[in-house]
């Protein structure tokens, strides 16, 4: 499996933005898909947005389109989640995750490492 710590998260207001960091380690990830997923109180965690390790291949949630941004620095082993126009309803406790297949994937079954989260708090 993958090591995984996710950081970057806070407090900001809504319309505000946040980077989230998510380093990894322990295994080579060229044939990896990385994905972000958020958990909010009471409710099941849900797919924000994948990239692929190798191919930079991106998807995202309907929800998150056009705010947010996902990318990695291949060189660090780093993924980064790029929060732009903040809602309320972006709050959550956000993790990453590692699935050892090369293909973008959306669903939590995909994916054998996870971080330990970090908040993400949106005020209205």
């Known amino acids: 499996q993958v090591q995984l710590v996710e950081s970057g998260g806070g407090l900001v207001q809504a319309g505000g933005s946040l980077r989230l960091s998510c380093l990894a380690s322990?295994?080579?990830?060229?044939?990896?898909?990385m994905g972000w997923f958020r958990q909010a109180a009471g409710k099941e965690r849900e797919f924000v947005s994948c990239i692929t390790w190798s191919g930079g291949v991106t998807v995202y949630a309907d929800s998150v389109k056009g705010r947010f941004t996902i990318s990695r620095d291949y060189g660090k082993n780093t993924m980064f989640l790029q929060m732009n126009s903040l809602k309320s309803e972006d709050t959550a406790v956000y993790y990453c995750?590692?699935?050892?297949?090369?293909?973008?994937?959306?669903?939590?079954?995909?994916?054998?490492?996870w971080g330990q989260g970090t908040q993400v708090t949106v005020s209205s």
């Open positions: 322990g295994r080579t990830l060229s044939r990896y898909s």
């Open positions: 995750a590692a699935a050892p297949i090369p293909f973008p994937q959306t669903t939590t079954t995909a994916y054998d490492s």
